[in-house]
Each structure stands twice: as C-alpha cells, then as structure tokens.
C-alpha cells in the first residue's frame, strides 16, 4: 500500500503534473509538424533529462512520446498532410471530413479515439506486461515475414476503388525499398553509383515528398491564394453529446482497435505505421458501410487512431519486460533508460520497482492530459483551415525542407523528398494514392529480409513458413484481407 502510494504522490505531485503536461504538449506540438517524428522528439529530448532523476526523465519522454503519436493527426486532417508515418490512414476520412465542414468534429473524434486506444495499452502495460511479452519471443524470422505480408494485403483494401492504380502505386513504394545495400549480403543495389543512395531512402522522406509537396503546389494552383489554407472548411463545431452519442454507437471500434494496436505493439519491428493501415482496414472490414470508407466517415478515424495509439504502452512491454524495443521510439528510450542507471530485461521489475510503476502509471495520466489539450484545443486547431493559402503553401514547402534536413543533415536528401514530391504531384493528378506507395516502402524490405533469413534457417526448405500456430494465424488473415479487398473491388466495379 504505501508502494503504491509512493508512485502516486510522485505521479501527482505539482512537478509531475507539470512535467508530463508539458511533455505532452511538446509532444503533440512536434507530431503536428511533418517531419519530426515521434523518435526524433523523444532523441531530442534525452539530453534534457540527463539533469532529472530517471523517474522524472522517464516521465518526460513517456510523454514526448504519446504526444507525438496523437499530434500527426492534426496537420492529416486538416491539411491531409500526415505529422507523422502512423497518421497517413488518418488522411483517407479525416481529410474528407474536415473538406465537408465537420473538421472540429474529425479532430475530436481523433482525440477521443487516440485516448481510448492509450488507456487500453497502458492498461495493459500496468497489469498484464510480462505474460504478453512472452508472446513476442515466440516471432522468428518466418513469423515476422506473414505479419509484414498481412501487412502488405492491406493494400488491395485501400485500392478497392482501382486496383491497378493502387498497385502501381505499391510497385513504386517497393521498388524505391530496395534502393541501398541488400540487407543480407551487403551488396549495393540501384545506387547508380551514389555513395548517398547506400543506406537507401528513408520512410520518412517519401512521406514528406508524397503528401506535403503535392498539397502545397495544390494550395498554389488553385489561383485562390487568398481564401483558406485548404478545400477544408470549418462550418460547425461539434459538441461533447455528438461525439459522446458517435462513441456509444462504435465503441466496438473503439475497442476492437485499441488492442490490435496493443498487439501490433508487443511484436518488437511492427509499430505504429502498421498498426494503423491495419486498424484502418479492420474498421472498414466489420462497417455496417465499408463503401464510405474514403469519403470522411468517423469510423475511419477511430480504426487508424485507436489502433497507432494503442501501441504506445504494447512497444514498451517488450522493453520493459524484456529489453528488447518494440520499435524506433522504444530504441531510442533504451538509450534514455541507461543513461539513468536502468538496464531493461526481467530484473528491472525486481530492481527498480518503484521506477517502472513511476513510468507506467504517467503514461496512463498522459493519455488523460492529452485527451484534455486535443478536445479543448481542437477549436483552436481548426483555425488553420481559415489561414490564407499563400502563407500555408511556402510555410509546409519550408517546414518540409528543414524537417528532411534534420533527419541526417543531408542537403541530397533534401533533393531527394522534392523530386519525390513532383512524383506525388503527378500522382495525385493521376487520381493514384499514395499511401499503398508508403505502405509498401515500410513493409516490403521487412518482408523480403525475413523469409530470406526464414529460409537460410531451414536450408532453403520452404515449409519453415508453415510451421507453427503464428504463422498459420498470420496466414489466414492475409487471405481473409484478400478476399475482402477483393471483394470490395468487385462490389464497386458492379455498382
């Protein structure tokens, strides 16, 4: 009892409150601006906590680090440029619905969704940690290979509309992923004899490029620089009722993609960018009307945001329990554990109880403190629809240079995300999404090193991919994917 009381004094004291408010409004701050990531808020932010005790830094980068998640859904609605990688399934009905109007109500729904699927992975993070990480150990190459794949089928739902454009898409994602050395054997591939191109092009750029360029150069072509910063408009705002009535009515949603994206969190390499396509698709799959899905309905929403926030508290179940990090943000906290005398793994528990139980439980209060700024900062988020264009278009432009720039320091790179950004022009005019592109970029160097490894394991011997009860569950749902997608593709094309 007086444990428990110990870790709840420190938690709400007027210095913890204060920290973990502020980490989390930085947080939001720097996943609202395209090209700061979660990881890279929470690398920024170690060397801050180097003067704090490792209760308080661990404090603060937990916060970084939920912030930052939710804060990409900002600029994915309003602007349909994705803060962060794990906001670009937000795009597809966030965006819609901000251009009918509702952009207060998309991004209360957004923070409501992000919240719930906090609570359920910290939840789980406080009470039922060790036993799910057990879980993870049991991935190896084979099974990482059917996740990354299950991933992939992903992209014949989002294509459902036109499939040949979306795998066209796909191609380009999985092509500029094998640019740079084999990750095997060492050897370059596609370089074209640039020493830049070696460790191959970043997720992140190709975000960047993808969906920031082509929406400024819109912004400047439309010829009405002076009106709003985007076809958005703000007509209503929305009231806690209405958004308290939504929730009621998709609370399975809710739930159902708050622990997927739990799980997603546990397997140490998925995170949150997978998490959300799959959230995503699983709302459209069990809809009562996948065929809105696309045109701004809340559901699609909940399924992204529910789902990349649910894997906040699951990637820091295997680092906790076990040492290994679920995913970038992770990795670099461990950096941030050991810096304060923390070494991860099973004694963490027995060692420094009081320290894990400090950590775990602000990242529950997190969540609320972020449920707090996003529902009563959406009205003010909102008015960005109403800044003028010609001050929006070079801002994003700029603020798109110096956040490729930050990534390695890298003026090449630079170069890079703006002839990436003219492709996702062309793209965009082409009516061809961009998200299978980024889809693919992630998932698809993932899914090619690990059945590489699968089958070295087993000598070349194939059925290796079909051993074990993981991989036949990983299987069956990437038909299930399939045959949905599929069989929406045909739906439309009838209709």
Known sequence: MVFILNVISEIFSIYGILLVALSVAGGIAIGAMPGLSATMGVALLIPITFS??????????GGIYIGAIYGGSIPAILLRIPGT???????????PMAQNGEADKALKISIFSSFSGGIISALALLLIAPPLAKIAL???????????????SIIVALSSNNLIKGFISAVIGLFIGIIGMDPLTGFSRFDFGNINLLSGISPIILLIGLYSIPQALEMLES???NKGSSVAKL???????EIWKEFCQFWPAYLRSGIIGTIIGIVPGAGANIASYVGYNEAKRWSKHPEKFGTGISEGITGSEAANNGVTGGSLIPLLTLGIPGNGVTAVLIGGLLIQGLRPGPMLFSQNADIVYIFMGSILFGNFIMFFLGYYGA???????????IIVAPTVIVLSMVGTYAINNSLFEVGVMLIVGLIGYV?????????????ALILGPMAESNVRRA?????GNIGILFTGLINWVFLIATVASLVFGFRTFIRERIK
């Not at 007509?235 to 009722?241: L, N, R």
């Not at 089958?455 to 000598?459: A, E, K, M, T, W």
């Open 52 to 61: 704090m005790t490792p209760a308080h830094g661990l404090m603060a980068l």
């Open 85 to 95: 990688p794990a906001s670009i399934a937000t795009t597809l009905d966030g965006f």
């Open 138 to 152: 049991a991935f190896g190459p084979a099974e990482y290979f059917w996740v990354t794949l299950f991933g992939l």
């Open 223 to 225: 010829g009405e620089i």
């Open 235 to 241: 007509q209503k705002f929305a009231s806690f009722k």
């Open 379 to 389: 009205s003010i988020f909102a008015n960005v629809v109403k800044i003028p264009k």
């Open 427 to 439: 793209m965009r005019n082409l009516n061809i999404d961009s998200a299978p592109a980024v889809l």
């Open 455 to 459: 089958l070295l394991i087993s000598s």
